[in-house]
């Protein structure tokens, strides 16, 4: 054989051996690829079956209503996520958008919607009252005003026995600085730094968050006391708060004894010492934990050393349970139970009616008395419809043991939420009770920074994306707020935190550079 022709044949063999090879190769990176993607499709949370056919959406295109929106509604508040939903379906803990899409809600209509959306229950209530008698006022004596009333008020201890329905938890807090002020017959009122307390007059001089005040003039009477923020206050740390999850923030404190509480309330003392007239005092109001402030838990046993100090010098004590009220918090059916104090006067809203628009302030008869030389009135306060929804919603808390549910999904929630606080530095605490819980997002958790917006909201947006609404709160709005229906699952939970950790992975590497 010519050597010309052996030189050729040689060369046509390492050519096919190269190309064999290459095509290994390729096959071999293909088929990695495809059990990569595999792998990673298995790490994408899956949601919980739900049987439930949402009703068709018929209403106005998604693009018109975003126009009436721009045109024809004042946006005093912007609507949540860079794409809105278009929400029009709700069952239970699950909401529908009007492709039919089906969303967990883990905020609960801010923290309204109870014992889930559209209830068998409490809608047949609702409807049976729509079809016998829609509105009276409570000039009339009405039978729903009336028996849940008495219902309402079994579920308070001691003398907390007489209620005042309004309409909303702003228009509750406003009548109960009006309560305090006619029964002491003075006008100061102290209320915590990072309160939320409503966006009345009255009530945004009660609040003491700045990205809740307008820039016009507020109510005078109001002081602020220092808020005993255990993870980013002055003091404060792993022992300090009533929570299956402590801060990992150290202190001295120890289990038994918090240091942190006695350092607050001196705090609270020097408001009396330098910003109040002696014999001036109407009230001390707070939230039992802190909501819109970002789920704030006080030190134990702040509360029952304050409200001693206010009644020695002649307040009441209010407590706002337009949040943490009617089982939420787990262990308790009402916050202030977990402090050990009982106060004088505690609103209420919200999860009252499960969506319904309600409230009610509930006192004892020696502060309702006071009414007596004074006037107010509601015209839709006590209505029949809101009353039959908000007798049978106390029905289901009892009867589904609705606030057992949220002890012990709330815990398992919480103690799930811990371990992703331990694996990822942008988590900087995580805390709560029952189905009430907050997740606060630092840069790192050395400083405690307020993660910034942006990357804040590319995790949120995440997470609808993939099927999980959750509210947001704090000062700096970097606390990721859970407080779903209290209908919510393990399952649902579960999946929920799958997908807050796979959103956080997706976006870490970004924001901690």
Known sequence: MPSSLLLNLIEYIIYFDLIQSVAMLLTSTFRLGLKSCRVFSRAVPQMPNFEYQ????????????????????????????????????????WLFDHTGRRYLDMFGGIVTVSVGHCHPKVSEAAAQQLNTLWHTTNIYLNPKLHE??????????????????????SEANDFAVFLARLHTK????????NAYHGMSYVTMALTAQSSWRNSLPLAPGFHHTMNPDVYQGLWGGSHCRDSPVQTT????????????????????????????????????????IQGIGGVVQ???????????????????????????????????????????????????????????????????????QSLKGAYYFNTFGGNPVS???????????????????????????????????????CIGDVRGKGLMIGVEMVTDKETRTPLPSNHFVDIWDDCKNMGVLI???????????????????????????????????????VFMK
Not at 81 to 93: A, C, N, S, T
Not at 487 to 494: K, L, Q
């Open 148 to 169: 849940y009333a008495a219902k309402l008020t079994s579920k308070l201890p001691d003398d907390l026995k007489v209620v005042y329905f309004v309409n909303s938890g």
């Open 298 to 368: 006080f030190p134990k046993g702040f509360l029952k050393k304050a409200y001693e100090l206010v009644r020695t010098n002649g307040g009441v004590c209010i407590a706002d349970e337009v949040q943490t009220g009617f089982g939420r918090t787990g262990e308790h059916f009402w916050g202030f139970e977990m402090h050990d104090v009982i106060p004088d006067i505690v609103t209420m809203a919200k999860g009252i009616c499960n969506g319904l628009p309600m409230a009610a302030v509930v006192t004892t008869p020696a502060l309702a």
């Open 186 to 193: 003075n006008s100061d009122i102290i209320s915590l730094r």
């Open 471 to 509: 509210g947001r709160g704090g000062l700096y709005h970097n606390v990721f707020r859970m407080t779903p229906p209290m209908c919510v699952t393990r399952e649902d939970v579960d999946f929920a935190v799958g997908v807050f950790e796979a959103a956080i992975q997706k976006h870490q590497k």
């Open 387 to 425: 009353c039959a929804a908000g007798l049978t919603v106390l029905n289901v808390i009892e009867e589904e043991k609705i606030q057992e549910n949220a002890h012990v999904v709330g815990t398992h929630l919480l103690k799930k939420l811990a371990k992703l606080r331990d694996q990822f530095e």
């Open 54 to 93: 949402p009703k068709k959406y018929l209403g106005p295109s998604y693009e018109k209503m975003q126009n009436i929106w721009a045109t024809n509604i004042i946006s005093a508040f912007a609507p949540h996520f860079k794409e809105p939903l278009l929400i029009h379906d709700g069952k239970m803990q």
């Open 249 to 288: 923030r150290h202190c001295d404190c120890k289990p038994d004894e918090c240091n942190a509480c006695d350092m607050y309330y001196g705090q609270l003392e020097e408001i009396f010492k330098y910003s109040l007239r002696a014999g001036n005092l109407a009230g001390f109001f707070t939230e039992t």
